[in-house]
């Protein structure tokens, strides 16, 4: 993430001797608090704005995203691997609205689930998201498929806004 902010990282290690990361990142050229971080999300929350299945393998960044979709209207159904995912797309009563899926995952890309999932969810839209933007045979893979492509790390307004997007 530090290289797609225009930033650097560096690692010293030896042997017996631990390791030191020294982050570098660009200069904002204004205080934190100067920065504005956009739109609020709150005006834009619709009860019961749609169901997302969310499958993302790192629990940290689905259980982030899982919140901020939880604030802005959406049920969320979360899968933290492929066969959850799977298993949940296939088996849930109700309707699913949209899958929102990390393209590159252990066993089975982002992609891979959404052909799966197409004979029993036809009426499923589908969100990408990725961290690896920079990667043009992973953005290929999704931008060929026409499909909308989240770059991560993503606010909570711009993950919204891409939903919105994509339920339309």
Known sequence: MAKQSGGHVFVDSSPGGGARFRVLLPWAGRRAAEVMVGPSIQANVTPDAGTILLVEDEPQVRAIARQMLEDSGYHVLEAGDVEEALRIGASHPGRLDLLLADVVMPGMSGPQIAARLAPVRPEMRILYMSGYMNDTSVHRSVVSAGQ???AKPFTAFGLAH????ALR
């Open 148 to 150: 909308a492509l989240l």
């Open 162 to 165: 891409e939903v919105r997007k």
